[in-house]
T-cell receptor, first 112, second 115 residues
Framework: GDSVTQMEGPVTLSEEAFLTINCTYT??????LFWYVQYPGEGLQLLLK?????DKGSNKGFEATYRKETTSFHLEKGSVQVSDSAVYFC???????????FGTGTSLTVIP | GAVVSQHPSRVICKSGTSVKIECRSL??????MFWYRQFPKQSLMLMAT?????????EQGVEKDKFLINHASLTLSTLTVTSAHPEDSSFYIC???????????FGPGTRLTVL
């Protein structure tokens, strides 16, 4: 079945460091891919998404490219801030949006 | 984008009582709503899927008599945790899809603590 494998954390970075959180997926068909962010005590917020191969999702300095050949959707940010400290979830859904599969989440802590 | 709200955001109750959590789609008609549960430091686990006007479909291992789901209108679904116990303490998140949207939009979550 479909699944998402996400880099395990926790990840601790200094402010302005480069961030990569790896995410690979297994899916039949052509899924949509997402990154969600969850700040402490809050719900999920959509960070970015991509719906087809080679699409690049971007938001708030974060980017991820839908790579069909490597079945990956790695999250990157060139310069992290303390306010980026949160848990990041990679997810995929089927085309109809009825089945969502989440990764286990990666906790990021950015220290000044 | 589409907005989904949940109420309450936090609830503390005594063991044995029932708690109702509301999930509303604010600016679109949600033909399908989903309820997830998130344990501390873990990912989201789908509990059930509900379509407006019909019975919810529960995932394996989820007790339908304990977690009652009602999707009575196109903008509201409720999850009632009946006879709550401390092990039901968790973060409950709903999502909704419908209208022109072909993806799920997530609510902010409800933290349930059962004493």
């Amino acid at each position: 079945g479909d699944s998402v494998t996400q880099m395990e954390g926790p990840v601790t970075l200094s402010e302005e460091a480069f961030l990569t959180i790896n995410c690979t997926y297994t899916a039949t068909g052509y899924p949509s891919l997402f990154w969600y962010v969850q700040y402490p005590g809050e719900g999920l917020q959509l960070l970015l998404k991509a719906t087809k191969a080679d699409d690049k999702g971007s938001n708030k300095g974060f980017e991820a490219t839908y790579r069909k050949e490597t079945t990956s959707f790695h999250l990157e940010k060139g310069s992290v801030q303390v306010s980026d400290s949160a848990v990041y979830f990679c997810a995929l859904s089927d085309r109809g949006g009825n089945q969502f599969y989440f990764g286990t989440g990666t906790s990021l802590t950015v220290i000044p | 984008g589409a907005v989904v709200s949940q109420h309450p955001s936090r609830v503390i109750c005594k063991s044995g009582t029932s708690v109702k959590i509301e999930c509303r789609s604010l600016d679109f008609q949600a033909t399908t709503m989903f309820w997830y549960r998130q344990f501390p430091k873990q990912s989201l686990m789908l509990m059930a899927t509900s379509n407006e006007g019909s019975k919810a479909t529960y995932e394996q291992g989820v007790e339908k008599d304990k977690f009652l789901i009602n999707h009575a209108s196109l903008t509201l679904s409720t999850l009632t945790v009946t006879s709550a116990h401390p092990e039901d303490s968790s973060f409950y998140i709903c999502s909704a899809k419908g209208g022109s949207h072909n993806e799920q939009f997530f609510g902010p979550g409800t933290r349930l603590t059962v004493l």
